[in-house]
T-cell receptor
Framework: GQNIDQPTEMTATEGAIVQINCTYQ??????LFWYQQHAGEAPTFLSYNVLDGLEEKGRFSSFLSRSKGYSYLLLKELQMKDSASYLCAVRDGWSNDYKLSFGAGTTVTVRA | GAVVSQHPSWVICKSGTSVKIECRSL??????MFWYRQFPKQSLMLMAT?????????EQGVEKDKFLINHASLTLSTLTVTSAHPEDSSFYIC???????????????FGPGTRLTVL
């Protein structure tokens, strides 16, 4: 199984930067995903990391260190619409069916 | 591209009845779809992996006779909650992967979810 940990809640001010950390302990690893989920809606894909390093996509960046079992999602220039839950998910080691295990999610609240 | 739909978006039913939820990939073929359940303020819990043309693979603790999954075509998977009880009330979400998509193909695309309330 997978053990995926991320903070429960974070609060930040509009225009600021927030970093959401995710640590994982897995029997195998084949990719880490970040999803955004607004209340009552389905998750939407943000980023995918399988190699170490930083992936930048607009205001959002995601970092991975496989040796440390660690990732973070960086949200820059925060906007009110970024208030949501952010889910860290890990793909099973060598599963051919691409199963994902999700963390409990980090609720980010952006204040004016 | 990579749009997944679900129907219905919400349903209220009486205890003991069965409810069917459909998951469709609208613009791609999905040999594999996934069914999740999410309780309030909790994360997504994988229930089962739905494989086109074969039996679903259920996660530990999920009753396969209670949650019937059928993946009859490359664009449709159904989840039937049989003899529903109030504790089955939850947000059910399906997802699908678009294999062979240029530049990706690893991420899952989620449907909008179905909120089930069992009275």
């Amino acid at each position: 199984g997978q053990n995926i940990d991320q903070p429960t809640e974070m609060t930040a001010t509009e225009g600021a930067i927030v970093q959401i950390n995710c640590t994982y302990q897995t029997s195998g690893f084949n990719g880490l995903f970040w999803y955004q989920q607004h209340a009552g809606e389905a998750p939407t894909f943000l980023s995918y990391n399988v190699l170490d390093g930083l992936e930048e996509k607009g205001r959002f960046s995601s970092f991975l260190s496989r040796s440390k079992g660690y990732s973070y999602l960086l949200l820059k220039e925060l906007q009110m619409k970024d208030s949501a839950s952010y889910l860290c998910a890990v793909r099973d080691g060598w599963s051919n069916d691409y199963k994902l295990s999700f963390g409990a999610g980090t609720t980010v609240t952006v204040r004016a | 591209g990579a749009v997944v739909s679900q129907h219905p978006s919400w349903v209220i039913c009486k205890s003991g009845t069965s409810v069917k939820i459909e998951c469709r990939s609208l613009d791609f073929q999905a040999t594999t779809m996934f069914w999740y359940r999410q309780f309030p303020k909790q994360s997504l819990m994988l229930m089962a992996t739905s494989n086109e043309g074969s039996k679903a693979t259920y996660e530990q603790g999920v009753e396969k006779d209670k949650f019937l999954i059928n993946h009859a075509s490359l664009t449709l998977s159904t989840l039937t909650v049989t003899s529903a009880h109030p504790e089955d009330s939850s947000f059910y979400i399906c997802s699908a992967r678009e294999p062979g998509r240029r530049g990706g193909g690893n991420e899952q695309f989620f449907g909008p979810g179905t909120r089930l309330t069992v009275l």
